[in-house]
Each structure stands twice: as structure tokens, then as C-alpha cells.
């Protein structure tokens, strides 16, 4: 017992740092998970390793292949559009209870934020500002049981890699799709609040789907 409460923040920070690689696309979908290999790179034993891999499976990120081992699940182009779907919904809602609980400062803050965002450009700031401002309107909406399912819907889109704002133009029009989501915030309108988020998550899927399609192994099956 002893050894496994040591190993356990080892096990967190394992599962947090493969959780940043597979965000920045330095692990992606079938890639396989070697234990060793892992423990090698990330200076840690193998048994912090095994306590990861085991939590991205709980996440649903990875299977074990027959024959190989842990790998990066696939997504099959109906999961993408199932993944986008379920976020358009969640986070149309979250836009729309913020326009009803959001605070006055908490308001201003998310505009402070999105022109953070736009000052920054296309770079991997931006990106980081780009998940705390979705966070931040998740907070706004003040209910615990959306952010869980949001929580968990995040961590199942980490298998598509990078955030879409990494394509050319993207970010600035995200930076003014996101602008349209505040108005309709601070206005206090819950109904445009929601379709303004809707069209922007929208927006990302379309780019999400386009660069999927021109990957070389797409078969119009599978992306």
C-alpha cells in the first residue's frame, strides 16, 4: 500500500504529461504505448507509466491491440462527427447559462481574454488561451455536472492532436466567432449566446474534417 501511494503522484504526472503530448501531437492515434519507452523518457519507473496508460484507458484513449499492446485509439470519421456534435451541444449550453449567471467581472475578464488571444496570433500562447477562455465560459455557467461531461468530452477529442487554430486564418476567426459568443453574453441573451457558440464549434469542425480528409491513409472511410 505503502508503495502504491508513492507511486501515485508519479502515476498522475505521467498521465498529465502524456496527456500534453498527445494535445501537441507528439503522440497520435495508433501510436503504441511501451512502457519502457515511456518510463525512459519521462524519467520515471515503469509503474507510474503502467498507472497512466491505465487512466487513458478509463478516458477511453487507449485500447490494447492484439498482439501489440496499449495504443492511441482511432477515430472513425462517424466518431469525429458524434465528438463535434456532443461539443456544439455542451458547450452551446454552457454560452447559454452564462449569459445567465456570468458575473459582470467575470464578463469583462472573458473579453480581456479573447483580445489576449487575438494579440497573440497563431501561436502556442494562443492556443493556451484559447482552452482557458472555453474553460472560463464553462465556469461562468456555474453547473458542476456540465463541466463533468465537458471534462470528459475534452479528453476524448485529444485524439484528433492539435487544436484546429493551428490551420492558417484560423485563429482570427475563432478570436471574432468568440467575440459574437461574449456580445450575446453581455447582452444577456441566452438563446444567441448559444447559437453563436454552436456556429463557432461548427466552424472548427469544418476545418477539422478538411485537414483530416487531405491526411495521404484517408480511404473515405476512415479519417
Known amino acids: 500500500?505503502?508503495?502504491?501511494?508513492?507511486?501515485?503522484?508519479?502515476?498522475?504526472?505521467?498521465?498529465?504529461?502524456?496527456?500534453?503530448?498527445?494535445?501537441?501531437?507528439?503522440?497520435?492515434?495508433?501510436d503504441r504505448l511501451r512502457e519502457t519507452e515511456l518510463a525512459e523518457r519521462l524519467g520515471v519507473s515503469r509503474t507510474p507509466v503502467r498507472e497512466a496508460?491505465?487512466?487513458?484507458?478509463?478516458?477511453?484513449?487507449v485500447v490494447h491491440v492484439p498482439r501489440q499492446g496499449a495504443s492511441i485509439r482511432t477515430l472513425d470519421y462517424a466518431e469525429v462527427m458524434d465528438l463535434y456534435e456532443m461539443r456544439a451541444v455542451l458547450e452551446g449550453t454552457a454560452a447559454r447559462l452564462a449569459a445567465r449567471a456570468a458575473s459582470d467581472i467575470e464578463i469583462e475578464e472573458l473579453f480581456d481574454m479573447n483580445q489576449a488571444l487575438a494579440d497573440t496570433g497563431n501561436t502556442p500562447e494562443a492556443f493556451a488561451l484559447n482552452r482557458q477562455f472555453h474553460a472560463a465560459i464553462l465556469d461562468a455557467a456555474k453547473n458542476r455536472f456540465l463541466t463533468r461531461s465537458i471534462t470528459s468530452l475534452q479528453k476524448a477529442l485529444m485524439i484528433l492532436g492539435p487544436t484546429t487554430l493551428t490551420e492558417p486564418d484560423r485563429a482570427m476567426k475563432a478570436v471574432e466567432e468568440h467575440f459574437g459568443v461574449l456580445d450575446a453574453i453581455k447582452a444577456r441573451d441566452g438563446?444567441?449566446?448559444?447559437?453563436?457558440?454552436?456556429?463557432?464549434?461548427?466552424a472548427a469542425q469544418r476545418v477539422r474534417v478538411r485537414a483530416l480528409r487531405a491526411r495521404p491513409?484517408?480511404?473515405?472511410?476512415m479519417l
Open 1 to 30: 500500500m505503502a508503495r502504491d501511494e508513492e507511486n501515485a503522484p508519479q502515476g498522475n504526472a505521467a498521465y498529465s504529461r502524456l496527456l500534453d503530448a498527445l494535445r501537441e501531437g507528439r503522440l497520435n492515434p495508433g
Open 53 to 61: 496508460i491505465r487512466q487513458l484507458e478509463a478516458d477511453g484513449i
Open 191 to 202: 438563446a444567441l449566446a448559444e447559437a453563436a457558440m454552436r456556429a463557432h464549434i461548427e
Open 217 to 221: 491513409l484517408y480511404d473515405g472511410d
